[in-house]
């Protein structure tokens, strides 16, 4: 397993609220674990919530007893959660504070565990690119409805505006996603100022070039930053073995 990540301020947010971590070393009982985040909320909110989730939903994967991967994943979330929320309510001038949050496992067979709250994408590319995450997303509820076009979607005015975010609430509803990855698959997780700036066919197109999977990374933050840069930029990937066949 090899895993790769790199974030970015961008060209005209101040200060990054974005923030990830990863290992391809064990995580309590995890074999490896990605993380990403992207906070919101004023005066700095939205960094300390970032921040706070990755670092709370880390530890408590790391001192889990839980048996199954889903269940270390799910605890990790609601760990996050009732941190950031409980800052929030002690701290006036962080209320209302949140942050996004997806992490991903890849345990021995190539079986891709992930989660996600928010608009915070994982895709896996096998040859192809798939998002497997749902964007919790008032245009994602909108598409889903068919009131709008995913075409529509990508230009709609409240298109950043997310309906699940951790923090905002003393539960959150995560979503769990499994699947089995072929050798040499990988699984991309990143921030909205990726998919904002860079459309999938992009994506897919560089993570398909040849060259290793830290450069491919790093051309996907150039490409994002040359679009425009309007946002953090956030993206971790991990590549199973065989990568380099693909």
Same mark, same amino acid.
């Given at each position: 397993?090899?895993?790769?990540?790199?974030?970015?301020?961008?060209?005209?947010?101040?200060?990054?609220?974005?923030?990830?971590?990863?290992?391809?070393?064990?995580?309590?009982?995890?074999?490896?674990?990605?993380?990403?985040?992207?906070?919101?909320?004023?005066?700095?909110?939205?960094?300390?919530?970032?921040?706070?989730?990755?670092?709370?939903?880390?530890?408590?994967?790391?001192?889990?007893?839980?048996?199954?991967?889903?269940?270390?994943?799910?605890?990790?979330?609601?760990?996050?959660?009732?941190?950031?929320?409980?800052?929030?309510?002690?701290r006036g001038y962080l209320f209302g504070m949140g942050t @996004? &949050? =997806? #992490?991903?496992? /890849?345990t021995e067979g190539n079986r891709l565990y992930a989660v %996600?709250?928010?608009?915070?994408?994982?895709?896996?590319?096998?040859?192809?690119?798939?998002?497997?995450?749902?964007?919790?997303?008032?245009?994602?509820?909108?598409?889903?409805?068919?009131?709008?076009?995913?075409?529509?979607?990508?230009?709609?005015?409240?298109?950043?505006?997310?309906?699940?975010?951790?923090?905002?609430?003393?539960?959150?509803?995560?979503?769990?996603?499994?699947? @089995? &990855? =072929? #050798?040499?698959? /990988?699984?991309?997780?990143?921030?909205?100022?990726?998919? %904002?700036?860079?459309?999938?066919?992009?994506?897919?197109?560089?993570?398909?070039?040849?060259?290793?999977?830290?450069?491919?990374?790093?051309?996907?933050?150039?490409?994002?930053?040359?679009?425009?840069?309007?946002?953090?930029?956030?993206?971790?990937?991990?590549?199973?073995?065989?990568?380099?066949?693909?």
């Amino acid at each position: 397993m090899e895993i790769y990540g790199i974030t970015d301020q961008g060209k005209t947010r101040l200060m990054n609220e974005d923030h990830f971590y990863h290992s391809d070393k064990p995580v309590g009982r995890l074999p490896n674990l990605a993380v990403i985040a992207d906070g919101m909320g004023g005066h700095s909110a939205g960094e300390v919530a970032s921040r706070m989730a990755v670092e709370v939903l880390v530890e408590n994967c790391g001192q889990s007893q839980e048996e199954g991967v889903d269940d270390i994943l799910r605890g990790g979330v609601q760990a996050a959660n009732r941190q950031v929320f409980r800052l929030a309510k002690e701290r006036g001038y962080l209320f209302g504070m949140g942050t @996004t &949050l =997806a #992490a991903c496992v /890849v345990t021995e067979g190539n079986r891709l565990y992930a989660v %996600n709250v928010g608009d915070s994408r994982i895709y896996i590319y096998d040859g192809t690119l798939r998002q497997i995450s749902l964007d919790h997303s008032l245009v994602e509820e909108m598409v889903q409805a068919g009131e709008i076009t995913r075409e529509e979607s990508l230009v709609h005015p409240d298109r950043n505006k997310i309906t699940r975010a951790i923090g905002t609430g003393a539960f959150v509803l995560c979503d769990l996603y499994v699947q @089995t &990855l =072929a #050798a040499g698959s /990988v699984v991309l997780l990143c921030t909205d100022g990726l998919t %904002n700036m860079v459309g999938d066919g992009r994506i897919q197109e560089i993570l398909g070039n040849g060259g290793s999977l830290e450069q491919r990374v790093r051309d996907l933050l150039e490409e994002a930053l040359e679009n425009g840069g309007c946002d953090n930029v956030t993206i971790v990937a991990m590549a199973t073995s065989d990568q380099e066949k693909r």
